[in-house]
């Protein structure tokens, strides 16, 4: 079959590569599903490796599928961008290496750049796209791969590279962009010293860093993150920095914020006791923006590197919930009272659900009344309201964590 319409052929090609994914022996079906879900190695554990169990899925019907897709998005894209999109005038593609924006790009003509840039986690994307490269005839040179930002790959770069590569593409973004306009970097790396080298390039690129924003991601792929619950994280954080028009300004530390692990102890338990418990990213995601904005990052990340240590030694991990908690239920920071005695009703209700021996009313005021002792004191009446904004009572006597759209049972 021929296709003559230009644009045609690419969305058919776009729809081919996307039957690629799933139409081939790196497919990993997922366990105990239809046999179609799951997706191919290349993306969840980042390497080529042939399932133990291939799956040949039916081609046509999967190719027709990621047609229908397609048209479903065109005509969305239609109906929001309609012809807006002119090559070259209202858009610009190039392959090129953002190493070397000024190739195509005139200095100081960027109105605003939204990065996201590989987070230094080996992940080999040239290597990785190999076959789909082969397929849609796409030419990959050694220059892309000599500029590629990554760490590890066939070229075997180390830290070091990935480290200059990526100061040498935000020096690039500093010099395209209009002076005083901003740019946002998408990141994640759970080893604080990779956030610190990140954001010194963009100091030194003149960059000045603003805030950050948390970007929760839903559904986790990766394999390697789901078996690491702990170690991997998933979610970015946003960055945002401004082109400062004069010299670079530092963050500057700010005075009296206290030494960097107090800081992330404080922010931890804040974020717990928010919370009613945090993950490793959530904890993460408080974090970093706080050690940033304090300019201490640097000095946590020389002294800890990373995170988990910390937390292993200022508070518990419970397997079952992916959650960390406060370690032996005394809450050191400054609360509002109301907010610790949320934190323990919850925090009472879970363990006793998990003991199978779920508590009554007079008992969590009782418990809680016991947990505040250092924290001031809340009467009844507003224990038994807690209790009703984060509990359920089935039977009417007993009482269970309420989940969000899980509708509670006793046993
Ligand atoms: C974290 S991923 C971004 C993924 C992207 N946001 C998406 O949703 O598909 C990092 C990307 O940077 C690309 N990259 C690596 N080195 C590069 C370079 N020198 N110039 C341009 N892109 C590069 C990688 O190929 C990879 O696609």
Same mark, same amino acid.
């Given at each position: ?195 610190? %080298?990140? !954001?010194?390039?963009?100091?030194? *690129? @003149?960059?000045?860093? #603003? ?7 839903? +559904? ?65 995601? %408080?974090? !970093?923006?706080?050690?940033?904005? *304090? @300019?201490?990052?640097? #000095? ?7 995170? +988990? ?103």
């Amino acid at each position: 079959m021929e296709c003559r319409d230009t644009r045609q052929r690419d969305l058919l090609r776009l729809a081919f590569s996307a039957t690629l994914v799933r139409i081939n022996r790196t497919f990993l079906s997922a366990k105990n599903r239809r046999e179609s879900r799951g997706g191919s190695a290349v993306f969840s554990i980042y390497r080529y490796k042939v399932a133990k169990r291939p799956v040949e899925l039916p081609l046509w019907t999967q190719f027709a599928t990621r047609v229908e897709r397609l048209l479903e998005a065109k005509r969305e894209t239609n109906e929001l961008i309609g012809d807006y999109y002119r090559d070259d005038v209202t858009a610009l593609f190039r392959h090129a290496s953002a190493t070397r924006l000024l190739d195509f790009l005139k200095p100081r003509s960027v109105d605003y750049i939204y990065t996201d840039p590989p987070y230094g986690g080996h992940i080999a994307y040239l290597d990785l796209t190999t076959m789909w490269s082969a397929w849609l005839g796409l030419d990959i040179t050694p220059d892309d791969r000599a500029q590629e930002v990554i760490e590890g790959g066939e070229l075997r770069k180390t830290r070091g590279d990935y480290q200059a590569l990526l100061a040498q593409s935000l020096a690039q973004m500093h010099e395209v962009l209009k002076p005083g306009a901003w740019m946002s970097i998408v990141f994640a790396h759970r080893d604080t010293t990779y956030w610190d %080298a990140l !954001v010194d390039a963009c100091a030194a *690129a @003149g960059f000045q860093y #603003a805030n950050t924003v948390v970007q929760p991601v839903g +559904v986790v792929w990766s394999m390697h993150k789901k078996k690491n619950p702990l170690r991997v994280l998933s979610g970015e954080l946003v960055l945002n920095f401004r082109n400062s028009p004069s010299t670079v300004v530092a963050v500057k530390r700010a005075p009296d914020q206290g030494e960097p692990v107090q800081i992330v102890r404080e922010t931890c338990e804040a974020e717990i006791i928010r919370s009613l418990g945090a993950t490793t990213e959530e904890l993460h995601h %408080a974090v !970093v923006p706080r050690l940033l904005g *304090a @300019g201490l990052l640097r #000095a946590f990340s020389k002294e800890h590197g990373d995170l +988990v240590g910390v937390l292993e030694s200022h508070f518990v991990f419970e397997p079952a919930s992916g959650k960390w908690h406060i370690a032996d239920g005394t809450v050191r920071g400054r609360f509002v009272t109301r907010d610790i005695a949320r934190y323990h009703v919850a925090r009472l209700l879970a363990l006793r659900r998990d003991e199978a021996r779920p508590v009554n009313e007079a008992e969590v005021c009782r418990q809680v009344h016991l947990a505040l002792r250092l924290n001031g004191s809340l009467d009844d009446k507003a224990i038994a309201q807690l209790l009703r904004e984060v509990g359920v009572c089935p039977d009417g006597s007993h009482w269970l964590p309420r989940t969000e759209g899980v509708q509670a049972q006793l046993f």
